[in-house]
Antibody, heavy 114, light 107 residues
Framework: EVQLVESGGGLVQPGGSLKLSCAAS????????MHWVRQASGKGLEWVGR??????????AYAASVKGRFTISRDDSKNTAYLQMNSLKTEDTAVYYC?????WGQGTTVTVSS | SYELTQLPSVSVSPGQTARITCSGD??????ADWYQQKPGQAPELVIY???ERYPGIPERFSGSTSGNTTTLTISRVLTEDEADYYC??????????FGGGTKLTVL
């Protein structure tokens, strides 16, 4: 079964950092681009960024709202993608999903508050 | 512009046909996907590449694109189809962009 499981969410103060993980199973993770998408409570979906496969040089791209603060990485040996979030703002509060486009994780909640 | 526009809400009665549209210049260059999201759940892919039904999705769901507008059509709507629907466009070379979402209410 193709599955994505996010973890690492929690409560963090403004200006703080958090690292999310996305564990994949049931498919060839190393060959897939992986994306992060977030959704603030009661709001729509917002693309955060993506990392491509090794064959595509692990190229990353980010939304303007997070560029310079967030970093996406991956460890193909662990079938896991990561989202490192620094300099967090209250507006980063959301459920964060990882997705291959056709398959989505259940999401992990990040709350940025003092 | 790199934006996708959806109406905030659509209402239909059970058994009727619902049409949810998504418009944007980017649709003239890229395929669109449609996602269904029910409260408290992750989005689920319904239609990909404008008109391909994802495995397991009922035939009542179909997609089409004309010019800069893509349309999700749900025939013989059931109460279980009540959800938020999002269009998505973009590929691995370009940023993804989501429409603002359409809340489908089945009266």
């Amino acid at each position: 079964e193709v599955q994505l499981v996010e973890s690492g969410g929690g409560l963090v103060q403004p200006g703080g950092s958090l690292k999310l993980s996305c564990a994949a199973s049931g498919f060839t993770f190393s060959g897939s681009a992986m994306h992060w998408v977030r959704q603030a409570s009661g709001k729509g979906l917002e693309w955060v960024g993506r990392i491509r496969s090794k064959a595509n040089s692990y190229a990353t791209a980010y939304a303007a709202s997070v560029k310079g603060r967030f970093t996406i990485s991956r460890d193909d040996s662990k079938n896991t993608a990561y989202l490192q979030m620094n300099s967090l703002k209250t507006e980063d509060t959301a459920v964060y999903y990882c997705t291959r486009r056709d398959v989505w994780g259940q999401g992990t909640t990040v709350t940025v508050s003092s | 512009s790199y934006e996708l526009t959806q109406l905030p809400s659509v209402s239909v009665s059970p058994g009727q046909t619902a049409r949810i549209t998504c418009s944007g210049d980017v649709l003239g260059e890229n395929y669109a996907d449609w996602y269904q999201q029910k409260p408290g759940q992750a989005p689920e892919l319904v239609i990909y590449e404008d008109s391909e039904r994802y495995p397991g999705i009922p035939e009542r769901f179909s997609g089409s694109t004309s010019g800069n507008t893509t349309t999700l059509t749900i025939s013989r709507v059931l109460t279980e189809d009540e959800a938020d629907y999002y269009c998505l466009s973009g590929d691995e070379d370009n940023p993804w962009v989501f429409g603002g979402g359409t809340k489908l209410t089945v009266l």
